[in-house]
């Protein structure tokens, strides 16, 4: 019998500000233009003046005591007082900064082994280097050992198994065949999730087949994928089964098996349809 590898995918899982301001239908009263006086409270023009050059000589006193060190108090109240948080705000960004070079580093696409074209098309994704889950099970899953991972959404669980198996097939690749049989089995609670892990792997290779199966859908472009070769197949326990069964698609050749979201899986009642796929793999 030959030891396929199975891989376990798991996954974790306002205010609101409003202003209820009144607006005022009312314009605001215009000021009244008044005409400047002769005299201020009875005083001459002469006393205006006289009032002018004290103002004068005030404000040079002032200047000259701020000359000698001294501070203004208004100033002295308005001048900004820095952050107390500053230094602490620094240093978690320095500390977030280091976290990421990091991650890059150890990410780096030198450090596993993935071919020039699937880097490549890897950017064209916007992925620059592995995440922290795709660096773990990087070389168990290219190696074919089996494997359980669990990490949040969003964290790039889909290419923590894609890429390696990818480039586990590449690099063995035989000659290709019309109706090959699949050398990996991916299997996806719903077709919603099912059809996302078919784009991630469509992106990144174009030298493999990819086939994406599940209900409420036509047999007959399926059967046509069957036909054609298939090198990775994905789909949801049902439909998968449906073409076991009816001895359509042929699982002998399978070396890899990949059950993604299997909490789900279970939770939804694909228990018995998943041991039944995992069992047909098994025959010689």
């Known amino acids: 019998d030959r030891r396929k590898s199975r891989?376990?995918?798991d996954s974790d899982e306002k205010s609101e500000t409003r202003?209820?301001?009144?607006a005022d239908d009312?314009?605001?009263?215009?000021?009244?233009?008044?005409k400047m006086k002769e005299k201020l409270n009875g005083d001459t023009e002469e006393g205006c003046n006289r009032l002018s050059d004290e103002f004068s000589k005030t404000q040079k006193s002032r200047r000259k005591d701020l000359s000698n060190g001294d501070i203004d108090e208004y100033e002295k109240k308005s001048k900004r007082v820095p952050s107390l948080d500053s230094s602490t705000q620094k240093?978690?960004?320095?500390?977030?900064?280091?976290?990421?070079?990091?991650?890059?580093?150890?990410?780096?696409f030198s450090n596993?082994?993935?071919?020039?074209?699937?880097?490549?098309?890897l950017k064209g994704r916007g992925v620059t280097y592995l995440f922290p889950i795709q660096v773990k099970t990087f070389g168990p899953v290219y190696e074919g050992k089996d494997l359980i991972a669990q990490a949040r959404t969003g964290t790039g669980k889909t290419f923590s198994f894609a890429i390696p198996l990818i480039e586990r097939l590449q690099r063995n690749q035989e000659t290709i065949k019309k109706?090959?049989?699949?050398k990996v089995l991916v299997l996806a609670p719903t077709r919603e999730l099912a059809n996302q892990v078919a784009k991630d792997f469509k992106d990144i290779t174009r030298k493999l087949s990819v086939a994406c199966f599940y209900g409420g859908t036509s047999y007959q472009s399926q059967i046509n994928h069957i036909?054609?070769?298939?090198d990775i197949s994905v789909g949801t326990p049902g439909r998968i089964k449906d073409h076991l069964q009816s001895g359509r698609l042929d699982l002998s050749k399978l070396r890899h098996v990949v059950l993604d979201e299997v909490d789900q899986m279970l939770d939804l009642g694909f228990a018995e349809q998943v041991e039944d796929i995992i069992h047909e793999s098994y025959k010689t």
């Not at 202003?19 to 009144?22: A, H, P, R, Y």
């Not at 109706?179 to 699949?182: A, D, F, H, L, Q």
């Open 19 to 22: 202003e209820n301001g009144v």
């Open 112 to 121: 596993f082994p993935i071919s020039e074209e699937t880097i490549k098309l």
């Open 7 to 9: 891989h376990h995918y």
């Open 26 to 34: 009312l314009d605001a009263p215009k000021p009244k233009k008044v």
């Open 179 to 182: 109706s090959r049989s699949p």
């Open 227 to 230: 036909r054609n070769g298939i």
């Open 91 to 108: 240093s978690s960004d320095n500390k977030l900064e280091e976290t990421l070079t990091r991650e890059q580093k150890e990410g780096a």
